[in-house]
């Protein structure tokens, strides 16, 4: 199983980026997403997490202003962050997980814990 995240960097407050995860090695139309970021001395924050039916969740902090897709022909995972804000600067992850259950993922989906397959991450400093 791989996941590598890319498009991370440098932005000014209100700028945009969009983040992908490449994956491969694993059924990835069946397997549940979620974006994942952590800031120094924070706790991991489930930010954006996409179902296999293609239902959505998102943290309160980033609604509105961020969006999950996917592409299921490239096995890749897509973040698109508008109005980026300076508390938006962390490290942000991709991982994967086996759920089926929609009210698994309705309760669970941002639950980093939940997630056993990770990528190496992408910094985003919003300055």
């Known amino acids: 199983v791989q996941l590598v995240e890319s498009g991370g960097g440098l932005v000014q407050p209100g700028g945009s980026l969009t983040l992908s995860c490449a994956t491969s090695g694993f059924a990835f139309s069946i397997y549940a997403m979620n974006w994942v970021r952590q800031a120094p001395g924070k706790e991991r924050e489930g930010v954006a997490a996409?179902?296999?039916?293609?239902?959505?969740t998102y943290a309160d902090s980033v609604k509105g202003r961020f969006t999950i897709s996917q592409d299921n022909a490239k096995n890749t995972l897509y973040l698109q962050m508008n109005n980026l804000k300076p508390e938006d600067t962390a490290m942000y992850y991709c991982?994967?997980?086996?759920?089926?259950?929609?009210?698994?993922?309705?309760?669970?989906?941002?639950?980093?814990?939940?997630?056993?397959?990770w990528g190496q991450g992408t910094q985003v400093t919003v300055s």
């Open positions: 991982a994967a997980e086996h759920i089926l259950d929609p009210g698994r993922f309705a309760v669970q989906g941002l639950d980093a814990d939940e997630y056993n397959y």
């Open positions: 996409i179902d296999i039916y293609g239902s959505t």
